[in-house]
């Protein structure tokens, strides 16, 4: 970064994430729940270990501080930084200069929270931050005035329960509510000379949809997106009238999915009315712009998915995957002839991140490459060469020890070949002894995070190898891939997952026991119905904000997410719905036998995961385990279980960075302590070869 050193950037976080841990209403319960616990000095152990591990993390943490991020963004006249916590600026062609900060993520009331998301208005004289409160779903938007600001700004209005929201104009914001986890509600806000004027532009009566807003990439319109799990509907406002009543671009029709972008007075528009119903790309006019008049532009070549799209200038830029879910590039000129480029990034490339602002006008495209391994490389893509560059201040993160990175596949229960992505310092043949950690999520149709861990990069330097299953039920291979692993086909994911180890195994990479799986919210459905039907293929399981208790959830419509979520898992009041979820349910199919060790971290008050579905499993196992444990050898491994309940509401863990790592220390401190490994005990091993 040429405006602050990244160096500072470390120190501007852990200063303003240097929040002190109030104490849990529910205490925290770390136990062996087959016996009567383990002793004070078995704790203390557990304990030190986690210290240890927590040191070597922050250690980790700033040996890779300075990797480049998209926390960058620019305004006409400045550049911003977003720390997380705060948000500074500097004025554009200055060259490196003192950043000066504009806002910060005060709640206020004594709390603090986390930068959600930033936008600037078209001319730079407002900006607007949703701030989430540290451990609650509760989200804030701030208004800033940024003329001729030289400090920290007074917040000039705040407006609750805000999830999205976009400028039409420098005084006229669009934005969308939620409440209890629901989004229905459209609002503009009119920030005139005389008075503040908010007004309802939308309201969704089906509670199986959500509503967010966008805006396109070149700030000509705002849309209003409508979506359930099986169908969308988007209506638009032109910034140049945005008092106008929106227009609709296609109504909902069941198993129709699109999103829309614009350009040149058109609509780009990716459908999955293509091959199998995944993705194409179409194109209709602003003035006709419903399905009948969409003009089909480019479809996937078979055997590749499209992921995302960007539009820039005159060129779409496309995200794809392959059937080994290799990332590609492919470009395509806007203008008729339609001209594709293929672009093939390196074999390590899991994950890619657009810059957020500032190379649409340049005839360039910025990104940044990573895997769970590799730290992000920003590379910068020209339209008129068609040439793919590394940025000059990444170059350096390239020298990084070097590792493998292995794609496989396996066949599942069905036939169907499974991709697999493997990341190992050793040479295949020689990870027989090496310990495995497998990855799994499987669900929405969402892709597995691949994007760069220092957490997971210390394991790999330690001698772990590091598993990515990507099973029915994700998004990895496409809308098809998510379809065939979901609602009434959830078992194929445990099916997939199954043959993932059992390939892994078979190739010669560790064995059960030394085989351990994470996996954090819906992904633990398909974790925990693994360890139901096959325990023996993994030794331990780490499992955060965890669903377990799909049926009793699903049951029960007080919950906010229940009548939403119907078109992934189905609604238990219709018989056949109801036998399906609980054939696989992993709380429902406990049974007394020897079950992989497990580290279980809930939240109190997360309201996407009862903690309430945890603590049932958990007793249900419990009372397995001890009925398992009377009908074993007396000197036959007895699994150990350790819930964790958390403060707060975190479902998709803490935001501050400290909470973070004392998280990831206790499960490391756990997969170390359940295999026998000690720190550093690995690598040394290796060393001595």
Known sequence: MNLITSSSLLLLRSLSRNVRLRRANIQTLISRLYSEGPTELQLQKFRSQEQRFKRKLHSVHRKFADVPENSEFQGQHHVYLDDGKRIYRSTLGHGEQEMVEVFN??????????IQRVRLSPAETMLAATVKKDQHEKTRCMLIHLNGVSHNQRVMMALDNVLSFEWATDDVLFYSTQESLRSLHVFR?????????TALVYEEKDPEFFVEVSRSRDQKLVTINCSSKTSSEVWFVHSKSPFSFPSLIQSRHPGLLYHVEHSDNSLFILANTGPDQEYQLLRASLASPSMPHWVPVFSAVPGTVIKDLELLQDHCMFTVKDSQCRLQIQTLTTQEPYQLNTLQLPQWACDLSPQRVGTADRGSFSFLLSSPVH????????????????????????SIPEFNTTRLQATSHDGTMVPLTLFHMSALSELRKAPLLLHVYGAYGVDLNMAFSPEKRMMLDDGWTLAYCHVRGGGERGLAWHRAGSFLQKQRGVEDLAACIQTLHHLGVSVPDLTTLTARSAGAILAGALCNQNPQLIRALVLQAPFLD??????????????????????????????????????????????????????????????????????????????????????ARVPS???DIQPGADHFGPEDFHLSLNESARQLAFLYKELGLSLNQLKTRRRRK
């Open 105 to 114: 993520a005060d709640w206020g009331e004594g709390g603090y929270g986390s």
């Open 189 to 197: 806000l009119h920030l005139s000379d005389s008075a503040v004027q």
């Open 375 to 398: 730290p992000p490389v920003r590379y910068l893509y020209s339209f008129r060469g068609q040439k793919l560059s590394i940025i000059e201040d990444s170059i350096r993160h390239i």
């Open 550 to 635: 799909v049926l009793g959830t699903m049951q029960d419509i007080s919950l906010p997410l229940t009548l939403e979520e119907r078109g992934e898992w189905g609604d238990p009041l219709i018989g056949e719905h109801r036998d399906n979820i609980a054939s696989y349910c992993p709380c429902h199919n406990i049974q007394p036998q020897l079950y992989p060790s497990m580290l279980i971290t809930a939240y109190s008050e997360d309201h996407r995961v009862p903690v309430s579905g945890v603590i049932k499993y958990v007793e249900r196992l419990k009372k397995a385990i001890q009925m398992c444990a009377t009908q074993v050898d007396v000197n």
């Open 641 to 643: 279980v350790v819930l």
